[in-house]
């Protein structure tokens, strides 16, 4: 199970960091993914971590802005978000995978948290 939380309301330039919480005892087992919906949209991949935390990858959209990071020790994965655009409201969500390849793809995923809002005003 995934709980994501953190998002809310923050100005065009701004900053938030996402978590998003595992329960369970497998937790370094999973890839870690953030993807976000808007109003609208498909759903889209934002960046994900594998499962040491060592290989990350993000979409060219959030490139040089965005860092995913994943605490084994805490069953916790983050997304902090820098220098925020209005183009970046969304509902994130968080995912976890543990069979997989294409881990830019919503399918690879089995686990999903309930998403949270993120909102950046112009």
């Known amino acids: 199970q995934l709980q994501a939380s953190g998002g809310g309301l923050v100005q065009a330039g701004g900053s938030l960091r996402l978590s998003c919480a595992a329960s369970?005892?497998?937790?370094?087992?999973?890839?870690m993914g953030w993807f976000r919906q808007s109003p609208g949209k498909e759903r889209e991949f934002v960046a994900y971590?594998?499962?040491?935390?060592?290989?990350?990858s993000y979409a060219d959209s959030v490139k040089g802005r965005f860092t995913i990071s994943k605490d084994n020790a805490k069953n916790t994965v983050y997304l902090q978000m820098n220098n925020l655009k209005s183009e970046d409201t969304a509902v994130y969500y968080c995912?976890?995978?543990?069979?997989?390849?294409?881990?830019?793809?919503?399918?690879?995923?089995?686990?999903w948290g309930q998403g949270t809002l993120v909102t950046v005003s112009s």
């Open positions: 369970g005892r497998t937790f370094s087992s999973y890839v």
């Open positions: 971590i594998l499962r040491s935390g060592g290989t990350t």
């Open positions: 995912a976890g995978g543990i069979y997989g390849s294409r881990w830019d793809q919503s399918y690879a995923y089995a686990a």
